[in-house]
């Protein structure tokens, strides 16, 4: 099983990232994928979450509106697309798998599955 996650980077404050999770070794579609994040002296918290069997998708209120999550399933391929980004959205940025499928954010906890982890850092 793997995910590797590519994306991320340093942009200024208003600016868009993309990050990409891409999936193998498992069954995509019976699986949720989250985007996690760890902020410096922060605990992770889940900030988006797709259900790949049917599409729907969850996300924290403080990214709500800014945040996309999709997903490719031909290519086992998971997306988190940033907008409007602001400094308090710096952190390190997991994607996750959990073989479920769920009616909301999931805690950091309740993954199977992880990718690397790619640090995303927005200026001032």
């Known amino acids: 099983v793997q995910l590797v996650q590519s994306g991320g980077g340093l942009v200024q404050a208003g600016g868009s990232l993309r990050l990409s999770c891409a999936a193998s070794?498992?069954?995509?579609?019976?699986?949720?994928i989250g985007w996690i994040r760890q902020a410096p002296g922060k605990e992770r918290e889940t900030v988006s979450l797709i259900n790949i069997g049917d599409g729907t998708t969850y996300y924290q209120h403080s990214v709500k509106g800014r945040f996309t999550v999709s997903s490719n399933n031909a290519e086992n391929t998971v997306y988190l697309q940033m907008n409007t980004l602001i400094p308090e959205d710096t952190a390190v940025y997991y994607c996750a798998a959990s073989r479920a499928v769920v009616a909301g954010l999931l805690g950091p906890n309740e993954y199977d599955y992880w990718g690397q982890g790619t640090q995303v850092s927005v200026s001032s």
């Open positions: 070794g498992f069954t995509f579609e019976d699986y949720a």
